[in-house]
């Protein structure tokens, strides 16, 4: 069990007489699983807090307070977030396609519908029992991302390798009737759950409306590391017309905002993408979905009333094959405002995870160092090619030490309104 290594001296917990050293047991009867309880409890009015003191005496002690107070204790690392270990054999799984040699963490699935709750990881549900049920819903976890992939229950079986992927429809009924908000995605398989499979996916997806909130469909990723794996199609231009085609129909009968395509279908398909107004509020950006007309529509509101900037410069973008129209349209518009500043951008091929790979968020140092040759001083690269909350790429290689293998300044975006930034930096107004 968790023990108290803090006691706020303004919290309830101190008012109630804990000190460092006690332990919580639970609240309101129910046992502590891990911080998501201490969470709950602490935004809660009135409940009770079960614990033992440090002389080992078990005490109840009732609670009663606004929501906005705070228990205030911190505890050790007993109770923390370890990560659910995925059970499904899915045909797509991205992780079983990974090279040799990466770090051990990045062939660590999980899929945990707390960090689901906490983070927006995408989970199956499919080892949600009755116990995580009843606490899901105990403790309003909402909103949950969930993995569908199809409604079919034998082929939804057949794509992840788990029968109880066939009872999800069913729990999310449950989730639904209780008023748990679900954001969804269907990795689309060419042959497996398109056309008519797609269909009846996002028909009895709508039927759940308004607690399913939307759902993305997103191409399949096909790595050169399947030796061993199932034979899949990759998605190609008229697979993706199709599937945007068919979406956009569907979404329009929905009266809009509810199902969307990630942007790198319309980039395989060729096609332009949806209005900035389509996406609404942007529920699936972290899907890839929007992503292009919200760093379209950053870069603008950059460039307003902006002076045009007469000084010499040079720079390089480095980014992924899909979007270098995209990035070469947007750079076009910026350098009206920085005519004297060279730019170039570098449209990687992705030869770490195979070449069928295309978005910039799976490049790596390793082939930005073989592929970038000559840059200039000032070499941008997008936030997304990095682990989250770090300096560096999927192969391990950080940040530091690719300025040093290119000897270049580089600048990480996050958006539009970054290679604005970047443009300024190196014309020398944000020296």
Do not use: W
Request: glycine share 8%; aromatic share 8%.
């Amino acid at each position: 069990m968790p023990r108290i290594v803090k006691v706020d001296e303004n919290g309830v917990a101190a008012e109630l007489g804990f000190e460092v050293g006690d332990e919580i047991i639970g609240f309101d009867g129910h046992p502590y699983e891990d911080v998501l309880d201490y969470v709950f409890y602490d935004g809660q009015e009135k409940f009770t807090i079960n614990a033992r003191t440090k002389d080992g005496e078990p005490v109840d002690c009732e609670v009663e307070k606004l929501a906005e107070e705070k228990i205030g204790v911190e505890f050790d690392d007993e109770g923390q977030l370890v990560p659910i270990r995925c059970r499904n054999k899915c045909v797509f799984c991205f992780v079983d396609q990974l090279p040799e040699g990466m770090r051990d963490t990045l062939y660590v699935k999980d899929d945990d519908y707390r960090l689901s709750f906490v983070s927006g990881n995408y989970v199956t549900l499919t080892n949600v029992y009755d116990k995580e049920m009843e606490r899901i819903l105990r403790l309003h976890l909402s909103p949950l991302y969930i993995s569908v992939h199809c409604f079919d229950k034998k082929r939804k079986v057949e794509m992840i390798s788990n029968p109880e992927g066939a009872k999800l429809f069913e729990k999310m009924k449950v989730l639904a009737a209780h008023g748990i908000i679900m954001h969804t995605q269907i990795v689309l398989c060419k042959g497996l759950n398109d056309g008519e499979i797609l269909r009846e996916t996002l028909e009895e997806l709508a039927k759940l409306r308004p607690q399913v909130a939307s759902v993305a469909i997103v191409p399949v990723g096909l790595t050169g590391h399947r030796e061993g794996l199932a034979k899949l199609q990759p998605i190609d231009e008229e697979t993706a017309r199709k599937v945007i085609a068919d979406v956009e129909e569907f979404d329009r009968e929905q009266g809009g905002s509810f199902a969307y395509c990630s942007d790198e279908f319309y980039l395989k398909a060729g096609l332009p993408m949806p209005s900035f107004e389509s996406y609404g509020d942007f529920s699936q950006i972290e899907n890839g979905v929007g992503l292009v007309r919200t760093f379209e529509n950053e870069l603008d509101e950059a460039l307003v009333g902006l002076g045009v900037c007469g000084n010499k410069g040079e720079i390089a973008f480095v980014t992924g094959q899909s979007f270098k129209g995209e990035l070469a349209k947007c750079l076009e518009k910026a350098k009206r405002f920085f005519p004297a500043c060279s730019v170039k951008i570098i449209d990687i091929v992705n030869d770490y995870f195979g070449r069928s790979i295309t978005v910039a968020g799976l490049v790596t140092a390793t082939d930005i160092i073989a592929q970038a040759k000559g840059v200039p001083e000032y070499t941008v690269i997008p936030s997304a090619m990095l682990r989250e909350f770090t300096h560096t790429f999927l192969d391990g290689i950080s940040v530091e030490e690719l300025e040093k293998r290119l000897n270049t300044k580089i600048i990480i975006s996050a958006g539009g309104a970054d290679v604005v930034r970047a443009l300024k930096e190196a014309t020398g107004q944000c020296r």
